[in-house]
């Protein structure tokens, strides 16, 4: 079996560590990938700190995975080596069920098979993109636009596809308002995605501190959401709004800012229940719904998207060697707006290239 390397955490809440392991044998319809850069998204931190459910440890973290196919299995018609590709979320699911039979293979109810964190339908570990390579059947491989920075695509893997597939399903763009709460790795992408669709995009962030990027990245508006007055100026203003903050918050007042018959998609994941009143949603028939990633046919349309429209992620790329550094970073807020690891640092503890 191929051997790898990578960063695992040992068990709940451990640091991330150097960890050696072995991915499967590639089969037929596989396609092996050098992983050249991985996204850190906030549910990394969760999973690692068996903060959601019980984990799978020792537990090697990432699903935005951008890198180059190194080798294909003699079935593969969809890749070639040398291709740009990327891999999202999920790496399997049964394939039978009604959800996989219309192309929502991401509510998978029989057998969704996570990056990582997660067993095979063989019963064996998954293991993600914090390492240096990865064996994915080939109906679960994104390609990559080849005017795409990978190192800037990576966090559309996930960070992208989890705005657009909302923006998307509630039929964002011109003529209706949308907002995005919080301006984070997830909000930043639904800014420049909301805006590229066409859709007038107002931003409601806790300050103002960071206006100026909020209307660099697309934002027609921006508010702070600490101070009572853009509640009073702004109610009833929203068709879509989109919600990526994981902090628990009000989201009885947020649904003041829904228009008639809008809609506040949660895509972000509070650690605790956040209570709704009825009367939140009867005022006005309005809709408290969620959303989670996309299909891979969705996700494909994403990333062509993005390619037509030269949209990716602004990350800070860094060497493995700091993520337990850029974890503490990521709780802070402290970033703009997407960790990304070079995974090139690996080999020898060198420093990421700026």
């Not at 964190?117 to 994104?142: A, C, F, M, W």
């Not at 600490?226 to 109610?235: G, I, Q």
């Not at 990521?330 to 970033?335: G, N, P, Q, T």
């Amino acid at each position: 079996m191929p051997h790898a390397s990578g960063y695992a955490a040992a068990t709940p809440k451990a640091p991330l560590a150097p960890f050696d392991f072995e991915r499967r044998e590639p089969g037929d319809r596989d396609v092996q990938i050098e992983i050249k850069f991985c996204g850190i998204c906030h549910s990394d931190i969760h999973q690692v700190r068996d903060e959601w459910f019980q984990g799978v440890f020792p537990m090697v973290p990432g699903h935005e995975i951008a890198g180059v196919v190194k080798s294909v299995g003699s079935a593969v018609t969809k890749f070639k080596v040398g291709d740009h590709v990327g891999i999202g979320c999920f790496v399997d699911s049964c394939r039978t069920c009604i959800e996989c039979k219309q192309g929502e293979e991401q509510f998978c109810q029989v057998k969704l098979v996570q990056t990582y964190n997660d067993r095979d339908k063989e019963g064996q570990p998954t293991y993600g993109g914090y390492s240096d390579h990865i064996v994915v059947d080939q109906d679960y491989v994104l390609r990559i636009p080849a005017n795409l920075n990978l190192d800037e695509a990576a966090p559309l893997m996930c960070a992208g596809i989890t705005l657009w597939s909302p923006l998307k399903h509630w039929q964002a763009g011109p003529g209706k308002k949308v907002a995005v709460i919080g301006l984070g790795g997830l909000g930043h992408m639904g800014v420049k995605l909301a805006h590229a669709l066409g859709a007038e995009v107002t931003v409601l962030s806790q300050s103002l501190k960071k206006q100026d990027d909020g209307k660099r990245l697309g934002a027609d508006h921006f508010y702070a959401t600490n101070d009572p007055e853009t509640f009073t100026k702004l109610a009833g203003q929203f068709d879509l709004i989109l919600n990526t903050v994981s902090a628990a918050d009000d989201w009885n007042r947020l649904m003041t800012l829904l228009k008639r018959d809008g809609t506040m998609v949660v895509v972000g994941a509070p650690e605790h229940p956040v209570p709704v009143s009825a009367f939140s949603m009867i005022v006005g028939r309005k809709s408290l719904a969620g959303s989670m990633i996309g299909s891979i046919k969705e996700t494909q349309e994403m990333l062509d998207f993005c390619g037509e429209h030269n949209i990716a992620s602004d990350i800070e790329k860094i060497s493995i060697a700091d993520v337990n550094d850029a974890y503490e970073r990521v709780l802070k807020s402290d970033v703009r707006y997407r960790f990304v690891i070079d995974l090139a640092t690996l080999k020898g503890g060198e420093k990421a290239a700026a």
